[in-house]
């Protein structure tokens, strides 16, 4: 049994996903084992069926693996009901997706403010809170602009301060600059670089080499396996 570190924000050990298709078993992830240590800036990559996306729904908690364990704050995914891993997305875990995923009917602020209306957690402070990371990451002369008034830019920043408004343990990427010319893509990840300079643990999984070259770290799957894990 793997017992929590507190200099860790995850660790996996032997983790494995199977998935049953039509009669046969396809192994998506085997034996992958890695830690996430407090504040590192890791990107994952790996071909189309290496089993990245697998890996982003365990890490993401959505989804369970089929053995291994997963411990995030001290606590394994594995043993948890859908309940505990609703609550651990919502508290533990940051998203920031490729499509950005605001709602269009909201205001900057609004949409930074939506994990902790979901989260029963939106209060006075926690709105001066938003008002503080929508000016961290520029955008306090847009708060009351909708996502349509907004480039595409200036929309993943609204995701990235959204993502960030739980204080999460750490922040999962996915393909975040995917929809970004390369200007904007060094603008975001200058914006990720700055956060994980703050001490903020990142993840981000991608497909762009350029976008994995600006991490500390760059883990590659396999056919499921972990081909290479690399210090830059």
Known sequence: MVEADPTQAASIRDL????VLAGETVHALRDVSFDVPNGDFISIMGPSGSGKSTLLNLLGCLDRPSSGTFL???GDVAQMDDDELAETRALRIGFVFQSFNLLPGLSVVENIEVPL???GRLNIESRKRCLELAKMVGLESRLEHKPTQLSGGQQQRVAIARSLV???QFVLADEPTGNLDSKTTSE???LLA???NEGRTII???HESEVAERTKRSIVLYDGYIRSDERH
């Open 16 to 19: 494995c996903k199977d998935y």
């Open 72 to 74: 995030l704050g001290g």
């Open 117 to 119: 209306y979901y989260s």
């Open 166 to 168: 739980n204080n999460p």
């Open 188 to 190: 975001i990840l200058d």
């Open 194 to 196: 700055n956060l994980n």
């Open 204 to 206: 981000i999984v991608t």
